[in-house]
């Protein structure tokens, strides 16, 4: 199997985990028990959608400037583009954010899909659309990410799918993915185990 698209997962991904969510829920008057704080915040009043806004908008900003890359992802995106494989960004942080990070850390990626673009992950949406603008089987692509909802979206699709165990409760997604892997840098090793 010839890989064709690597996509990645943003933050704490391609990048090191930064973002406290709970932290971000508080401020919102958000609790566990409400989900994802982006499916809370569609069932929220304009009002406060407004306001939960304002303070996702800060943070997420604030998490560009904080950014810095996971290791080997240097090395990873560095072989990716002397392998021709196309390399996506798939978040559920708005694109322009990741468009920075590629400026800031200098990362070549092809293309990006944030949450403005169509229904967010687990919604298999955002790898069937990179694999079609890269023209790219989509059962030849790799999903990576350090949350369920990455897995999700990548098995949705029919995509290989592999966890970056980088959270504590990375054990209680793994069994739903293909591959786990502690660092980026591991994926150039499935890649050429992958390349038959």
Sequence with gaps: MMIQAVIFDLDGTITKPWFDFDKIRAEMG???????????????????????QEILD????????????????KETLGFLRQNDINIGILTRNKAENARAVMVKHEAPFDGIIGRE???????????????????????????????????QCGNA???????????????????????RIETLDEIMDIIQLNHT
């Design 30 to 52: 958000l609790s566990q028990a409400d989900g994802p704080i982006w499916e809370a915040m569609l069932r929220m009043s304009p009002q406060q959608r407004d306001k939960a």
């Design 117 to 151: 673009d169509g229904p967010v992950k687990p919604d298999s949406f955002g790898v069937v659309e990179l694999c079609r603008r890269f023209d790219a089987d989509v059962k030849y692509s790799m999903m990576v990410g350090d949350y369920l909802f990455d897995i």
């Design 157 to 179: 699709a029919g995509a290989v799918t592999v966890l970056l165990a980088s959270q504590e409760n990375a054990d209680e997604f793994a069994e739903f993915a293909n591959y």
């Design 58 to 73: 800060h943070y997420e900003d604030l998490g560009v400037e904080e950014s810095q890359l996971n290791v080997g992802a």
